[in-house]
């Protein structure tokens, strides 16, 4: 099993910036893929960013230009920055793995992104 502990939500103003962090029970660096989706009221829950054990990152059309995926080993976490931020990127952000077959989530970390 793998539990997932996201942190760094919060309140934000357009054009800022944030930094996601998700914490994992297991290393890093033996989950196949680790990512970060997020949810807005009344949608469905969306692929931002995903990042494998090997370090190849993808990226959907909402994340790319202004969202960044990466790895800190140290501290063991899967960490997602935000730039330019703009009120539609106001949602809940969840943190993903896949490892063995199974993908666990995490209990999620609310941005709200006022203009």
């Known amino acids: 099993q793998v539990q997932l502990a996201e942190s760094g939500g919060g309140l934000a103003q357009a054009g800022g910036s944030l930094r996601l962090s998700c914490a994992a029970s297991r290393s890093i660096f033996d989950i196949t893929t680790m990512g970060w989706y997020r949810q807005a009221p009344g949608s469905q829950r969306e692929l931002v960013a995903s990042?494998?054990?090997?370090?190849?990152?993808n990226y959907a059309d909402s994340g790319k230009g202004r969202f960044t995926i990466s790895r800190d080993s140290a501290k063991n976490t899967v960490n997602l920055q935000i730039d330019s931020l703009k009120p539609e990127d106001t949602a809940v952000y969840y943190c993903s793995a896949n490892y063995q077959n199974v993908r666990y989530w995490g209990q999620g970390t609310q941005v709200t992104v006022s203009s």
């Open positions: 990042i494998t054990f090997t370090g190849s990152t």
